[in-house]
C-alpha cells in the first residue's frame, strides 16, 4: 500500500507538547522532502516545517523555536515534535512527501491537534 499515515494528535493544555509522526509505505522515502502541513476550517492550509532529503529544514516563523521536524530514512518516518503549544496551533496536521524532480506527491489523512484549557 502507498501512502502516509500520521499519529501523535490529541488534546494538550497551552504550554503542552506533543510528537506527531508519519509512516511512509511503497515509496521510495529517502528521495522525498517530508513536510508537515495544517489547516483550519475555512483558512488554506499552510507549510509549518520540512526537511529535503539532504536534511535542509525550513520553519514557519510562528513555529520557529517551538516545533522541530526530523525523518528517520531507515524507518521512513517523520516526525513533528511540538513544545510550548499554543492555542492558534489548533488544526488538522496533514504529512506530505514531494519529489521535486518529478513532482510526485502524497499526503496523509491528517491527525487533529487542539490546544485548549
Known sequence: QVGLVESGGGLVQPGGSLRLS????GFTFRVYT?????????EQRELIAS??????????DTVKGRFTISRDNAM???SLQ????KPEDTALYYCHALWPEVR?????QGT??????
Do not use: F
Not at 508519519?22 to 509505505?25: Q, T
Not at 510526485?104 to 496523509?108: A, R, V
Open 51 to 60: 526537511i529535503t532529503r539532504d536534511n535542509n529544514i525550513y520553519y514557519l
Open 82 to 85: 511540538m513544545n510550548d503549544l
Open 104 to 108: 510526485n506527491e502524497y499526503w496523509g
Open 76 to 78: 521512513n518516518t517523520v
Open 112 to 117: 487533529q491537534v487542539t490546544i485548549s484549557s
Open 22 to 25: 508519519c509512516a511512509a509505505s
Open 34 to 42: 517530508m513536510a508537515w502541513y495544517r489547516q483550519v476550517p475555512g
